[in-house]
């Protein structure tokens, strides 16, 4: 096996990410556009998309970390919003956008089309939210759109499944397609709640944090592997399985959770980067399959898809977000009111993704009889298309569309006060206990080892306030940050004065190790403090 391709995949799309920081454009369409220029470079792989390393090797463990970081008591107060996207929406859209190609494409039949049309519906919220974590959009939308990119895969590919066996001859009926859909919802939701607590003890009964973090890496693959045993849906399974275990992740080890969080930072960036990529390395392979005189035709149809794909996502945003609070009282005074512009960054914010083009590549090459699998190169060519087009032309003009709508966007002050207030109340009951501790003798300090267990508590209380202060006017500094930058160059100055106590033999490289280490979780506890 030459592994070469992989290495130039991963390194070359981690290159193009971090490059994309430093420019005005989304790391995702960065690396589409770099993936369309290089597909045609002489000596380029040939990077073929594979469905069965795409979704049971990928897809998991990028919606796990996208669920462990959402918040599952937002989720769940914007379930009716999400729930009408990642169902109803992805639904629609598999109807509307296969009538649509069905009645566009000569020789496309209709049971062909609604495989297309399942495989378009839904979108990938990943360059979505990348947008939005940038541009800063209200944590109502944000919320719904992250719900949606977390959900909608389950009800895209069941409904792919039913399409694809009506389209093979498996004669599939309504009623079939009804109960597979049902089976694999009820069956995914079914098999992550086993799954949520026996894993989350095992989190917080394993002592030792490699063991631990080498179960964390393994449990989206696990919940989603198991789903899929029992026909249900792994999307699902791995979804309800990671906002259980982010939900209740401050129960688990202060080490692991350090460890854990900067392990999952690294394999989503990877992950992330090379997918992106990937969409755009596909182009060779996609125009491959159709002839000269298809590819004509296709660029047509592939224009009034999108179109389709963008209007569809319309269609359904503005009546969802509406309608429901007209006809129930009880919504209006539970929900907050959504606004036209809301429902605009909704509804422009539908790019389509990798999950898009696995299902499509996935489609078989023969139908039950032996014959071909109609319009299937067709139906890879629209696939990509609308992929590539929902993300270039929507992902482009997203950020200045939320800009010219003037979104209300997030108050840092408020945030820093909310946080100044939680501080203060963890402080003040820490400190009753602590003083409760200290009063039993068997927790006897020296006097100024238990001031210095108050001056800490005092440090943390006072230092979200300092924020709210004044800024040094040489330096554009509030008290706190100079704080923590002069005890971070502090704790420089320890390292080197370690480092040159080995080199001169004074000290041994395991000790040397046991310094830096204590050095290093006094840096990052400062760091994480300055985010």
């Known amino acids: 096996m030459d592994v070469m391709p992989l290495l130039l995949l991963v390194a070359g799309s981690a290159a193009i990410a971090a490059a994309a920081r ?36 990928l897809l998991p463990p990028l919606l796990y970390t996208s669920a462990t970081d959402s918040s599952y008591l937002d989720l769940r107060a914007q379930l009716r919003p999400v729930a009408l996207l990642s169902v109803g929406y992805v639904l629609f859209a598999t109807f509307v956008v296969g009538w649509a190609v069905y009645r566009l494409v000569p020789g496309m039949p209709l049971t062909a089309a609604l495989v297309l049309g399942a495989v378009v519906a839904p979108p990938d919220a990943v360059a979505a939210t990348a947008v939005a974590r940038r541009v800063g959009l209200p944590s109502r939308i944000t919320t719904i759109l992250q719900g949606e990119s977390l959900l909608n895969d389950a009800t895209a590919i069941t409904a792919y499944k039913v399409a694809l066996a009506a389209a093979v001859g498996e004669g599939a009926t309504w009623a079939g397609g009804v109960g597979e859909f049902l089976v694999a919802a009820v069956g995914g939701v079914g098999v992550g709640l086993v799954l949520m607590a026996p894993l989350h003890w095992l989190r917080t009964h394993l002592k030792e944090p490699l063991l631990q973090n080498t179960l964390s890496l393994l449990i989206p693959f696990v919940a989603y592997a198991v789903a899929e045993q029992f026909h249900a849906s792994g999307v699902l399974a791995v979804v309800v399985v990671a906002l259980y275990l982010g939900h209740r992740a401050w129960e688990v080890d202060f080490a692991t959770r350090l460890q854990e969080e ?57 009546p969802a977000a509406f309608l429901p609070r007209l006809l129930s009282a009880r919504l209006r005074e539970r929900e907050e009111n959504p606004t036209w512009k809301g429902a605009m960054i909704t509804s422009w914010a539908g790019m389509r993704g990798v999950v898009s083009l696995a299902i499509a590549f996935s489609i078989p090459m023969t139908v039950h009889g032996g014959g071909p699998f109609p319009q299937r190169n067709m139906i890879l060519f629209l696939t990509f298309t609308t992929v590539i087009g929902t993300l270039v032309v929507q992902g482009l003009t997203l950020p200045p569309l939320i800009r010219l709508l003037k979104l209300p966007t997030p108050d840092p002050q408020a945030a820093t006060l909310a946080e100044a207030n939680a501080q203060a109340q963890a402080s003040r009951a820490a400190e009753r206990h602590l003083e409760e501790l200290l009063a039993d003798e068997r927790n006897a300090l020296p006097p100024p080892l238990a001031d ?80």
């Open 452 to 531: 210095r267990l108050r001056m800490v508590l005092e440090r943390r209380r006072n230092a979200v306030w300092e924020r709210l202060g004044q800024v040094n006017a040489v330096t554009g500094e509030t008290v706190d940050d100079t704080y923590r930058r002069l005890s971070r160059e502090m704790i420089g100055t320890e390292r080197e004065v370690f480092v040159k106590l080995r080199d001169g033999r004074y000290i041994d490289d395991e000790m040397l190790r046991t310094l830096l280490r204590r050095l290093d979780l006094e840096e990052a506890a400062a760091y994480r403090e300055a985010a």
């Open 262 to 318: 900067a392990v999952w930072k690294m394999v989503a960036f990877v992950l992330e980067s090379a997918v992106f990529a990937l969409i755009g390395l596909q182009l060779p392979v996609v125009v491959r399959g159709l002839g000269a005189d298809e590819g004509a035709d296709a660029a047509g149809y592939a224009v009034v898809l999108f179109l389709v794909v963008v209007a569809a996502r319309f269609v359904w945003v503005y």
């Open 22 to 57: 430093r420019t005005p454009v989304p790391a995702p369409l960065l690396l589409v556009a770099v993936g369309l220029l290089v597909s045609y470079l002489p000596g380029v792989p040939d990077y073929t998309l594979d469905p069965d390393v795409v979704l049971p090797l």
